[in-house]
């Protein structure tokens, strides 16, 4: 006696079948390989570019994902709230702590979604970037919001007066000796708020150097690492 399904069967992809057999693990180390051989060529393309021509060109080509409705897009730490949000609660409680408010700092400030929710607890406000093209989106989209956008590169150009500089996901995509031009401008200000993605791991190496680019140092081959400027070479505030 032959059975007849009426069902047809159903369609199983070797990714599914590999997962199944060796667990989520396996992806997860394929995600991380196919990142790593991206960065690597990124960062070939980004070879002998200024920090201006860099990151124009990550942006032209959408390299930290993309928005339908945005010409510039500064990638999913900017606008997924879950990431977002905590920086700005944060920072918003430091600012209305203070007894004044002051004169505000945004260098990397990107394409300002993070930046013009803190904007309204600060007195002056200049925002920068290295990219002439987003600075004049920004200055166009955010002109109601009363901030001096400039055009700026932290590692060769001085930098603004202020009494609070935001620094925010910067310096990690910036080679160690142009994090260190960055650091000798530094004195004149009261507060340096820096955020930088760093290893769940506390034991972590870091400062581990890389190529300037889209990429991180949390996915460096020798170890996963961070940018901390207390550290070695930057060693800042040191005695």
């Given at each position: 006696m032959?059975?007849?399904s009426s069902?047809?069967?159903?369609?199983?992809?070797l990714k599914s079948?590999v997962?199944?057999m060796l667990?989520s693990?396996?992806?997860?180390s394929?995600?991380?390989?196919r990142?790593?051989?991206?960065?690597?060529?990124w960062?070939?393309?980004?070879?002998?570019?200024?920090?201006?021509e860099?990151?124009?060109l990550?942006?032209?080509r959408?390299?930290w994902?993309?928005n339908e409705?945005?010409?510039?897009?500064?990638?999913?730490g900017?606008?997924?709230e879950?990431?977002?949000?905590s920086y700005v609660?944060a920072?918003?409680q430091?600012?209305?702590n203070?007894?004044s408010?002051?004169?505000a700092?945004?260098?990397?400030?990107?394409?300002f979604?993070?930046?013009?929710?803190?904007?309204?607890?600060c007195?002056?406000y200049v925002?920068?970037?290295v990219?002439?093209a987003?600075i004049?989106r920004?200055?166009?989209?955010f002109?109601e919001?009363?901030?001096?956008?400039?055009c700026?590169?932290?590692?060769?150009d001085?930098?603004?007066?202020?009494e609070?500089i935001?620094?925010?996901?910067?310096?990690q995509?910036l080679?160690?000796?142009?994090?260190?031009?960055f650091?000798?401008?530094l004195?004149?200000?009261?507060?340096l708020?820096l955020t930088?993605?760093?290893?769940?791991?506390?034991?972590?190496?870091?400062?581990i150097d890389?190529?300037?680019g889209?990429?991180?140092?949390?996915?460096?081959d020798?170890a996963a690492?961070?940018?901390?400027?207390?550290?070695?070479?930057?060693?800042l505030w040191?005695e």
């Open positions: 032959e059975y007849k069902k047809m069967p159903a369609v199983i992809s079948i997962k199944r667990g693990s396996l992806s997860r394929l995600i991380a390989l990142v790593k051989y991206r960065n690597k060529w960062d070939r393309q980004m070879a002998g570019k200024s920090p201006r860099a990151f124009s990550i942006y032209e959408h390299m994902g993309r409705s945005e010409d510039f897009f500064s990638g999913s900017s606008h997924e879950e990431i977002s949000g609660a920072v918003r430091f600012l209305v203070l007894p408010k002051p004169d700092v945004d260098l990397g400030c990107g394409d979604n993070v930046g013009k929710q803190i904007r309204d607890l007195n002056a925002a920068c970037d990219v002439p987003l004049e920004n200055r166009k989209v002109s919001y009363d901030v001096d956008f400039r700026l590169d932290i590692t060769e001085p930098l603004p007066d202020g609070v935001f620094v925010r996901q910067v310096l995509h080679t160690n000796e142009q994090i260190s031009r650091v000798r401008k004195g004149n200000q009261k507060f708020v930088e993605h760093l290893p769940f791991h506390e034991n972590f190496v870091p400062n890389k190529p300037m889209p990429g991180i140092r949390l996915g460096n020798a690492s961070g940018v901390v400027l207390t550290s070695p070479p930057f060693n040191e």
